[in-house]
């Protein structure tokens, strides 16, 4: 059940101190829980965790691949492993092992990646990974997540610690937008819908989601009903929530920080075209790279803002 808070707020912890924190936890109580990194642990918060648990939190080093053939090897006995690194090295440098390491041998691997597009900011281009998702996506066996805020990220982590299989979940580091109150739980292969509308229907995952609330809003002032959906499981997509309110609304727009295409637009066009062809946009990064910026400019840059997502609609409206 999932309980929608104020709109406009900012989390009061950032997402990397969140996963830190569970790391502790579960250290703490006893789990066989592994966190392997690629010497981002300062990135992600986990200097104090790795110097108060060497044995459970092990820094590999610059060698992505590395990480996760080691993964898959403690998976094999009984362990736990969770892998930490930026977005653009989850995906693009170690797909051979994410393959034949993770999802071809069905090991018990969570990739958290993090930094997801531009929301790497200051590291620019090589770091700002905006294919990522459409590649894990491509995998048979893959699970995959764009979480939206801290609740939500607590949340889902507490669930992998108990499930079984390869999950690679994207995430910012710092603090999201506030989007669900605490004690929301989620379900994964279930988008939430956080607005109700009935001209069109905007569906958005990670920090776009605040920018459909907005561009709902904006859109309620000129009479037109949006709603919004928070599709964070992008594999395996919530195709029943998607048919519905393309049959209910007609028109579909779809809001990423990644690219228009392989992510959440391709996903949920794979939909409509198989159940209910709807005319749709795709809010999202097209035919770019990434470069140095502040977030605020690079969402005007990249055009990802709620003024975006308004336009989208206006244009099927």
């Given at each position: 059940?999932i309980k929608v808070a104020e709109p406009g707020g900012k989390d009061s912890i950032?997402?990397?101190?969140?996963?830190?924190?569970?790391?502790?936890?579960?250290?703490?109580?006893?789990?066989?829980?592994?966190?392997?990194?690629?010497?981002?642990?300062?990135?992600?918060?986990?200097?104090?965790?790795?110097?108060?648990?060497?044995?459970?939190?092990?820094?590999?080093?610059?060698?992505?691949?590395?990480?996760?053939?080691?993964?898959?090897?403690?998976?094999?006995?009984?362990?736990?492993?969770?892998?930490?690194?930026?977005?653009?090295?989850?995906?693009?440098?170690?797909?051979?092992?994410?393959?034949?390491?993770?999802?071809?041998?069905?090991?018990?691997?969570?990739?958290?990646?993090?930094?997801?597009?531009?929301?790497?900011?200051?590291?620019?281009?090589?770091?700002?990974?905006?294919?990522?998702?459409?590649?894990?996506?491509?995998?048979?066996?893959?699970?995959?997540?764009?979480?939206?805020?801290?609740?939500?990220?607590?949340?889902?982590?507490?669930?992998?610690?108990?499930?079984?299989?390869?999950?690679?979940?994207?995430?910012?580091?710092?603090?999201?937008?506030?989007?669900?109150?605490?004690?929301?739980?989620?379900?994964?292969?279930?988008?939430?819908?956080l607005r109700e509308g009935t001209d069109i229907t905007l569906i958005a995952n990670?920090?776009?989601?605040?920018?459909?609330?907005?561009?709902?809003?904006?859109?309620?002032?000129?009479?037109i009903s949006a709603a919004v959906i928070d599709m964070f499981t992008l594999k395996?997509?919530?195709?029943?929530?998607?048919?519905?309110?393309?049959?209910?609304?007609?028109?579909?727009?779809?809001?990423?920080?990644?690219?228009?295409?392989?992510?959440?637009?391709?996903?949920?066009?794979?939909?409509?075209?198989?159940?209910?062809?709807?005319?749709?946009?795709?809010?999202?990064?097209?035919?770019?790279?990434?470069?140095?910026?502040?977030?605020?400019?690079?969402?005007?840059?990249?055009?990802?803002?709620?003024?975006?997502?308004?336009?989208?609609?206006?244009?099927?409206?």
């Open positions: 059940m950032e997402m990397r101190k969140v996963y830190a924190g569970f790391i502790s936890e579960q250290i703490e109580s006893g789990s066989n829980i592994i966190a392997l990194e690629a010497d981002l642990m300062s990135s992600m918060a986990m200097d104090g965790v790795h110097k108060k648990y060497p044995q459970q939190v092990i820094n590999c080093g610059i060698m992505e691949a590395n990480v996760i053939g080691t993964a898959a090897g403690l998976s094999l006995t009984g362990r736990k492993p969770f892998v930490h690194t930026f977005t653009a090295f989850a995906s693009r440098r170690c797909f051979d092992q994410l393959f034949m390491a993770l999802d071809y041998q069905r090991n018990n691997v969570k990739v958290i990646a993090s930094d997801a597009g531009v929301t790497a900011c200051h590291n620019g281009g090589t770091h700002m990974s905006f294919e990522d998702m459409g590649i894990v996506r491509g995998l048979a066996h893959s699970v995959v997540l764009e979480v939206t805020d801290a609740v939500m990220f607590s949340d889902i982590l507490h669930q992998l610690a108990d499930l079984e299989g390869f999950y690679w979940v994207r995430t910012i580091r710092k603090q999201a937008p506030t989007i669900y109150q605490p004690g929301s739980r989620f379900t994964i292969g279930k988008g939430n819908v990670g920090i776009m989601v605040a920018e459909a609330l907005t561009a709902s809003q904006q859109l309620a002032q000129e009479g395996p997509i919530d195709r029943a929530l998607v048919k519905n309110y393309a049959e209910k609304t007609r028109r579909i727009v779809t809001c990423e920080n990644h690219s228009i295409h392989n992510g959440l637009g391709s996903a949920v066009a794979e939909v409509l075209v198989e159940t209910c062809p709807v005319p749709m946009r795709r809010v999202g990064v097209k035919e770019r790279y990434g470069q140095v910026g502040t977030q605020d400019f690079l969402q005007q840059e990249y055009g990802l803002t709620a003024n975006d997502i308004v336009a989208a609609a206006r244009e099927l409206l």
